[in-house]
């Protein structure tokens, strides 16, 4: 398969994909709700998609499928009754999934509600507070050091209620069942390159490799970060064998140099192309080996699962001053870099079909005879809900990692029986003491268990 066999010139196609974003852009999203439904219908002019919707209080592995969140307005009104801060002018505004509240509130209270950047007084943050019931508003730091007023109105006419999950899916079968598989999440607000610019990439891939005889099969997810990986791999557990590649695709549209973060087996073939095609084709790029934060290669590459499936980036979430802000916005979004993008799925692609017959061993990690301490992780697949056991902090998007958190995450993704307590010290790179800490937390939570070596 070449380029050349697209009947399109990239230069459209970028221009394409540019126009989805643009479409996509207005939407307000999450996990759940018309948003996500809205967003899969104008997808669903390009490719044609399976849809699922999945019941409010569906157990999928440690976790359940939240109530449906839906929102209509949400406005601060100062004493002058002018609307300060606007839901209509701009979805970030909203703290994501917060309750319904309609009162005259005073400011001393109103403002452990609110969110801002103080580095950066003209944007507007996102935040969520998923699961945890709570309210707030989120605004330009300049706009909140104007808020004089003693008391303000604050409405927010939101539902949380019954309702599911939704997820779109678009299969084209090859000559074999063997897979590989394009992830993105269709949960964010009004934010490009996350992560609409992984969403649009790979509806173009998908639209321009119907085209093409392949002998993999491919499948295109468009689900909601984290709870709609788990609950995919939750329904397709018996079928997750057949995936022999995966990419996840997130901030892959603005102007920074391609960063390819590695599955956690570090030297599956889909590592090892990506490092080759990057090589042969980029000046400057990011090589990454696997951390156990991030998208929803954290589910695909749980210890159950440990999927074949790395993280195709630019911009390293977190890493850049317009992630989860108002500016990642469509000025933020580079043509040239979504085209490239797109080339550079389309090349990885091509080249896994040119190497489909020969069969690679595949590297299973060697059981680790040395002595020391070994635990095992009691939710192999996927991650635990950390919320529940009241390790996390309330409000996810805008914490950042804490060494604490850094810690769970590295043991939960180590503890597979392969290494002890010192291998986990020395990969995470943390302290023996906060390691050996966290540990016994999590054994207290029963989300690990100590495993006697034979
Ligand atoms: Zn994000």
Same mark, same amino acid.
């Given at each position: 398969m070449n380029f050349s066999d697209l009947d399109e010139k990239t230069e459209n196609i970028s221009q394409e994909i540019f126009n989805l974003i643009e479409k996509l852009y207005p939407i307000c999203r999450s996990i759940t709700g018309e948003g996500v439904r809205q967003t899969l219908k104008i997808i669903e002019r390009e490719i044609p998609l399976k849809k699922y919707e999945i019941a409010t209080g569906t157990q999928v592995f440690d976790w359940k499928i939240p109530k449906e969140w839906n929102v209509k307005d949400a406005y601060i009104k100062n004493l002058a009754g002018e609307k300060i801060v606007d839901f209509k002018k701009s979805n970030l505004h909203l703290v994501n999934y917060s309750i319904p509240i309609k009162k005259r509130i005073q400011f001393n209270e109103l403002k452990e509600h609110l969110f801002s950047i103080p580095e950066q007084p003209q944007v507007i943050p996102y935040v969520t507070s998923y699961y945890s019931e709570n309210w707030g508003f989120c605004l330009e730091h300049e706009k909140l050091l104007q808020m004089k007023d003693e008391e303000y109105e604050i409405v927010i006419e939101s539902k949380i209620d019954n309702g599911s999950l939704t997820y779109g899916e678009y299969y084209i079968p090859g000559k074999s069942e063997d897979e590989i598989i394009f992830s993105a999440y269709?949960?964010?607000?009004?934010m490009c390159n996350d992560n609409l610019s992984g969403t649009a990439i790979i509806t173009a891939l998908a639209k321009y490799l119907k085209k093409f005889e392949l002998n993999y099969s491919l499948r295109f997810l468009f689900i909601p970060e984290t709870i709609g990986a788990i609950t995919w791999l939750f329904l397709n557990q018996k079928n997750v064998h057949k995936i022999k590649h995966g990419l996840v695709l997130t901030c892959?549209?603005?102007s920074g140099n391609f960063s390819y973060k590695k599955s956690r087996i570090g030297d599956s073939e889909i590592d090892n192309t990506v490092e080759e095609i990057l090589k042969k084709t980029e000046n400057k790029f990011d090589l990454l080996d696997f951390y156990p934060w991030g998208s929803d290669e954290r589910q695909y590459c749980s210890p159950g699962f440990n999927l074949p499936v790395g993280t195709l980036m630019r911009s390293v979430p977190t890493k850049y001053k317009e992630y989860h802000t108002s500016s990642d916005n469509l000025e933020f979004m580079n043509k040239k870099s979504l085209q490239k993008s797109f080339e550079m799925c389309f090349s990885i692609i091509s080249e896994l079909e040119k190497n489909f017959d020969e069969k690679k061993e595949s590297s299973k990690s060697k059981l680790n005879k040395k002595n020391g301490e070994y635990y095992v992780n009691l939710n192999p697949m996927c991650e635990p809900h950390l919320g529940k056991y009241g %390790?996390?902090?309330?409000?996810?998007? %805008?914490t950042k990692i804490d060494t604490m958190k850094t810690a769970i995450f590295w043991i939960l993704s180590l503890t597979d029986g392969t290494n002890s307590v010192e291998d986990i010290a020395k990969k995470s790179n943390l302290e023996l003491d906060i390691i050996k800490k966290t540990i016994k937390i999590l054994e207290k939570e029963k989300l690990v268990r100590f495993y006697e070596k034979v």
């Amino acid at each position: 398969m070449n380029f050349s066999d697209l009947d399109e010139k990239t230069e459209n196609i970028s221009q394409e994909i540019f126009n989805l974003i643009e479409k996509l852009y207005p939407i307000c999203r999450s996990i759940t709700g018309e948003g996500v439904r809205q967003t899969l219908k104008i997808i669903e002019r390009e490719i044609p998609l399976k849809k699922y919707e999945i019941a409010t209080g569906t157990q999928v592995f440690d976790w359940k499928i939240p109530k449906e969140w839906n929102v209509k307005d949400a406005y601060i009104k100062n004493l002058a009754g002018e609307k300060i801060v606007d839901f209509k002018k701009s979805n970030l505004h909203l703290v994501n999934y917060s309750i319904p509240i309609k009162k005259r509130i005073q400011f001393n209270e109103l403002k452990e509600h609110l969110f801002s950047i103080p580095e950066q007084p003209q944007v507007i943050p996102y935040v969520t507070s998923y699961y945890s019931e709570n309210w707030g508003f989120c605004l330009e730091h300049e706009k909140l050091l104007q808020m004089k007023d003693e008391e303000y109105e604050i409405v927010i006419e939101s539902k949380i209620d019954n309702g599911s999950l939704t997820y779109g899916e678009y299969y084209i079968p090859g000559k074999s069942e063997d897979e590989i598989i394009f992830s993105a999440y269709v949960c964010h607000p009004s934010m490009c390159n996350d992560n609409l610019s992984g969403t649009a990439i790979i509806t173009a891939l998908a639209k321009y490799l119907k085209k093409f005889e392949l002998n993999y099969s491919l499948r295109f997810l468009f689900i909601p970060e984290t709870i709609g990986a788990i609950t995919w791999l939750f329904l397709n557990q018996k079928n997750v064998h057949k995936i022999k590649h995966g990419l996840v695709l997130t901030c892959i549209g603005d102007s920074g140099n391609f960063s390819y973060k590695k599955s956690r087996i570090g030297d599956s073939e889909i590592d090892n192309t990506v490092e080759e095609i990057l090589k042969k084709t980029e000046n400057k790029f990011d090589l990454l080996d696997f951390y156990p934060w991030g998208s929803d290669e954290r589910q695909y590459c749980s210890p159950g699962f440990n999927l074949p499936v790395g993280t195709l980036m630019r911009s390293v979430p977190t890493k850049y001053k317009e992630y989860h802000t108002s500016s990642d916005n469509l000025e933020f979004m580079n043509k040239k870099s979504l085209q490239k993008s797109f080339e550079m799925c389309f090349s990885i692609i091509s080249e896994l079909e040119k190497n489909f017959d020969e069969k690679k061993e595949s590297s299973k990690s060697k059981l680790n005879k040395k002595n020391g301490e070994y635990y095992v992780n009691l939710n192999p697949m996927c991650e635990p809900h950390l919320g529940k056991y009241g %390790l996390y902090n309330k409000f996810g998007a %805008l914490t950042k990692i804490d060494t604490m958190k850094t810690a769970i995450f590295w043991i939960l993704s180590l503890t597979d029986g392969t290494n002890s307590v010192e291998d986990i010290a020395k990969k995470s790179n943390l302290e023996l003491d906060i390691i050996k800490k966290t540990i016994k937390i999590l054994e207290k939570e029963k989300l690990v268990r100590f495993y006697e070596k034979v």
